[in-house]
């Protein structure tokens, strides 16, 4: 049987006279079309939304703006990639009624319209609002690493500046053990002559004074580290390894798995991020109240107590972290808290009664102790204090154990905050292949971070009620 025949290059065809007519109903850059074009892109603070009345016309911000959202919305994130779409690709020219702006001026809107473009995000949330997709009742909170423009050999720590130095006095005593070494020998036994020795001992010293500059900085700024190509990327921890990322942070509702609020930081962890994403969560959604559940990286007293304050009802495992179970003694959890007489109970049926009440960074903290430990049996399996077992307790501390009732008595929220957390952030990395950042400091990944969020939103939106109902929300 034979293959199916194709076209011959030479033959007259005749295509479609209009664009319009090979963009059909459901097309996603139907809806983008509709959605920018119902924009006050002046209100959302865009330049040169106004055209000026003199001088070179510019390029409209609502086309450019079309032009990026639809490149998030497929794969195509990079200024001279989008350039080269509008020449060849037939949505885009239906979309930006085939204009054809260079990859300059596509970059630099980008660049000057950052919080502009998450206004734009927001925009869209707000859509989400209004069109009912939100539950408002259970947001999972997680945050994920997004890799930055910075190798890892370029970030540095004060061990790893410290390690480098030495490295490098090492290097300059064998380069000037070789020149003594050189002065000595005949010219052609010499495996480097004397200049090509002082030029690599001067390249090593000024790399010497750089690393030294770069401790001082480190020494002047606070900070734990720094990043040289970015400079507000830092290193962070992964599955496997470490590499130079930031930290995205995100709120997803638990209804149709849509993203309600979004950060960037370059917090290493995120113990720190559990009330700020909550807050902007429930104030998006406009709610009373509000479930959130996290993982352990999340878990921080502070955090839950600010939570509770603004009416939010958190989720968070404790972890285990006591240095009792690595040395096999007993931990925490196996002493009681009897809170009417306000004394713990151990393993071994003693009461541990207050005794003291101090603040260690800025909380209160309560002490508990008792005398009987100088003549229990087990004491070598309890504390290795000469003076026995002691037991601190925060002054908020019901706090955390209400929370720890709840995520006992209630499983189901830990194992559906995996499925909300993970599918955006793998979608985002994954099959929109946005893991890793094209702009440089923190402003501006955060706008770049706003487009992937909204792209993800509408690729999920579009999947829920098709682009036609989406286009009538919009008029």
């Given at each position: 049987?034979?293959?199916?025949?194709?076209?011959?290059?030479?033959?007259?065809?005749?295509?479609?006279?209009?664009?319009?007519?090979?963009?059909?109903?459901?097309?996603?850059?139907?809806?983008?079309?509709?959605?920018?074009?119902?924009?006050?892109?002046?209100?959302?603070?865009?330049?040169?939304?106004?055209?000026?009345?003199?001088?070179?016309?510019?390029?409209?911000?609502?086309?450019?703006?079309?032009?990026?959202?639809?490149?998030?919305?497929?794969?195509?994130?990079?200024?001279?990639?989008?350039?080269?779409?509008?020449?060849?690709?037939?949505?885009?020219?239906?979309?930006?009624?085939?204009?054809?702006?260079?990859?300059?001026?596509?970059?630099?809107?980008?660049?000057?319209?950052?919080?502009?473009?998450?206004?734009?995000?927001?925009?869209?949330?707000?859509?989400?609002?209004?069109?009912?997709?939100?539950?408002?009742?259970?947001?999972?909170?997680?945050?994920?690493?997004?890799?930055?423009?910075?190798?890892?050999?370029?970030?540095?720590?004060?061990?790893?500046l410290e390690r480098s130095i030495k490295q490098i006095d090492e290097r300059?005593?064998?380069?000037?053990?070789?020149?003594?070494?050189?002065?000595?020998?005949?010219?052609?036994?010499?495996?480097?002559?004397?200049?090509?020795?002082?030029?690599?001992?001067?390249?090593?010293?000024?790399?010497?004074?750089?690393?030294?500059?770069?401790?001082?900085?480190?020494?002047?700024?606070?900070?734990?580290?720094?990043?040289?190509?970015?400079?507000?990327?830092?290193?962070?921890?992964?599955?496997?390894?470490?590499?130079?990322?930031?930290?995205?942070?995100?709120?997803?509702?638990?209804?149709?798995?849509?993203?309600?609020?979004?950060?960037?930081?370059?917090?290493?962890?995120?113990?720190?991020?559990?009330?700020?994403?909550?807050?902007?969560?429930?104030?998006?959604?406009?709610?009373?109240?509000?479930?959130?559940?996290?993982?352990?990286?999340?878990?921080?007293?502070?955090?839950?107590?600010?939570?509770?304050?603004?009416?939010?009802?958190?989720?968070?495992?404790?972890?285990?972290?006591?240095?009792?179970?690595?040395?096999?003694?007993?931990?925490?959890?196996?002493?009681?808290?009897?809170?009417?007489?306000?004394?713990?109970?151990?393993?071994?049926?003693?009461?541990?009664?207050?005794?003291?009440?101090?603040?260690?960074?800025?909380?209160?903290?309560?002490?508990?102790?008792?005398?009987?430990?100088?003549?229990?049996?087990?004491?070598?399996?309890?504390?290795?204090?000469?003076?026995?077992?002691?037991?601190?307790?925060?002054?908020?501390?019901?706090?955390?154990?209400?929370?720890?009732?709840?995520?006992?008595?209630?499983?189901?929220?830990?194992?559906?905050?995996?499925?909300?957390?993970?599918?955006?952030?793998?979608?985002?990395?994954?099959?929109?292949?946005?893991?890793?950042?094209?702009?440089?400091?923190?402003?501006?990944?955060?706008?770049?971070?706003?487009?992937?969020?909204?792209?993800?939103?509408?690729?999920?939106?579009?999947?829920?009620?098709?682009?036609?109902?989406?286009?009538?929300?919009?008029?």
């Open positions: 049987m034979p293959f199916i025949s194709r076209t011959s290059r030479e033959e007259v065809l005749l295509f479609p006279e209009a664009l319009d007519d090979y963009i059909t109903a459901e097309n996603p850059v139907r809806f983008i079309d509709a959605f920018i074009s119902s924009l006050d892109l002046s209100e959302l603070g865009f330049t040169r939304a106004e055209p000026a009345a003199t001088g070179r016309p510019a390029y409209d911000p609502a086309d450019l703006l079309k032009l990026y959202v639809y490149g998030y919305l497929n794969r195509v994130r990079s200024s001279r990639l989008l350039e080269r779409e509008a020449t060849r690709n037939v949505e885009v020219m239906w979309l930006i009624g085939k204009l054809t702006p260079d990859f300059k001026t596509i970059a630099d809107f980008r660049k000057d319209n950052l919080a502009a473009i998450k206004a734009v995000c927001r925009e869209f949330t707000l859509l989400c609002k209004k069109l009912e997709l939100f539950g408002g009742e259970l947001v999972a909170i997680d945050g994920s690493k997004f890799k930055a423009v910075n190798n890892r050999t370029r970030n540095f720590n004060q061990k790893k300059i005593t064998g380069y000037l053990n070789e020149l003594d070494a050189a002065d000595q020998e005949q010219p052609e036994t010499s495996r480097l002559t004397a200049a090509k020795l002082q030029e690599k001992i001067n390249q090593l010293k000024e790399r010497k004074l750089h690393y030294q500059a770069l401790e001082k900085q480190l020494e002047e700024s606070g900070e734990k580290q720094v990043s040289l190509t970015d400079p507000d990327s830092r290193s962070m921890p992964l599955s496997q390894g470490a590499d130079v990322s930031y930290n995205v942070q995100t709120a997803v509702d638990s209804k149709h798995k849509l993203i309600v609020e979004h950060e960037v930081t370059n917090d290493v962890t995120d113990q720190a991020q559990l009330t700020v994403m909550a807050v902007r969560a429930k104030e998006m959604l406009d709610v009373e109240s509000l479930d959130v559940v996290a993982d352990r990286g999340y878990y921080d007293g502070d955090e839950v107590k600010k939570c509770a304050a603004a009416g939010i009802t958190t989720y968070v495992s404790k972890p285990l972290t006591s240095v009792n179970t690595k040395r096999g003694l007993y931990t925490k959890q196996d002493f009681t808290y009897d809170v009417e007489r306000d004394c713990y109970c151990c393993p071994q049926g003693e009461e541990l009664g207050f005794r003291f009440e101090t603040i260690e960074q800025g909380r209160g903290t309560r002490c508990y102790a008792t005398s009987a430990c100088r003549t229990c049996a087990v004491k070598a399996q309890c504390t290795t204090n000469k003076g026995g077992r002691r037991i601190t307790r925060w002054t908020d501390e019901h706090l955390l154990e209400e929370m720890e009732r709840r995520v006992q008595a209630q499983p189901e929220v830990m194992k559906q905050r995996k499925q909300l957390s993970e599918h955006p952030v793998g979608t985002m990395k994954r099959t929109m292949q946005s893991g890793y950042f094209l702009m440089r400091g923190l402003k501006k990944v955060r706008a770049e971070m706003s487009l992937t969020v909204l792209s993800y939103n509408i690729k999920r939106v579009m999947n829920i009620l098709g682009v036609e109902k989406m286009m009538e929300a919009v008029a």
